[in-house]
C-alpha cells in the first residue's frame, strides 16, 4: 500500500484506494452477491427483514458451524460452498494484508476477520445508514482492539445511489449525531476501497437509483473482540 495512502489513514481515519479489485475479482464478488440477495428475498425483505445486510454464513445459506468463526482453515472450506475457494481467499489474503497494514500488527496480537457481509441496497429505497462509529456497535467490555472496515463498492457509486459521508476526524468525543465539518461524500468506481478506521463517523444516504446498490465490507480487528460471554463476531485470523 503506498504511504501516502497509510499516511492519510493514520490522520484522518479514512482513505480511498482506486482499483483496490481487479475487474475480475469484482465480477466474482457481485456474481455471489446476487446469489445471496436471491436468496434471502427468498425469506423476506432485503430492508425490513434483513437491515440491508447480508452476512454470508449467517443467513442460512450454508450450515454454519462455531469452529469455522475460529480457524482460517474451515473458514475458507465453508466459504468456498458460497461460491468459490477464489473468493474465499481473496477475503483472507487481498483483503487481510491491506488489513494488517492498517493496524500496524505488531507484538503477539493477530489480525482477525471480524465480519464478512455484503450491504445491500435495493433500487428506489428509502433506507439509510444513520451517523454512526462501527466500534460503538460493541460494548466497552469488547472494545479492547482495534478495528478497520473495508468498504467496497461493486458498481459505482454517484451521490444518486447510496453514497458513504465521511466525518473525517475519528475520536470518541464525538457523539452528537451530526457531524462536526462537512462531510466527504464517497463517490467512487466499483472495485474501489473505502478503508476506514472503526472510530471515524460515517453514514449513508438512500439509493434513489433504478439498480441495486450492492458493496462488499469486511471488518478486521488486532484480536478476537470478546466479553466473558464469549465472541462478540468472528474471529478468524488471516494467517
Known sequence: M?????????KRGFAIVPDFLTPEEVDMFAKEAQTLVNFCYEQGDIVTQWGCVIEPLNCDFVDSTQEAKT????FLNLRAQISSRKLAQCVMDKFGSCARELLKHEGDESVVLLNDQYIVKPPHTDATFDWHQDELYFTPEQRKHRMVSIWVPLCDISSDNGPMLIDPYPGPEHTDKRPLDTPICATMSAGSALLMDGRVRHCSTANKSGQFRIAYMPQFSLGAIASKNGLAALAVPID
Open 2 to 10: 503506498q504511504s501516502n495512502t497509510l499516511e492519510q489513514f493514520s
Open 71 to 74: 480457524s482460517r482453515h474451515a
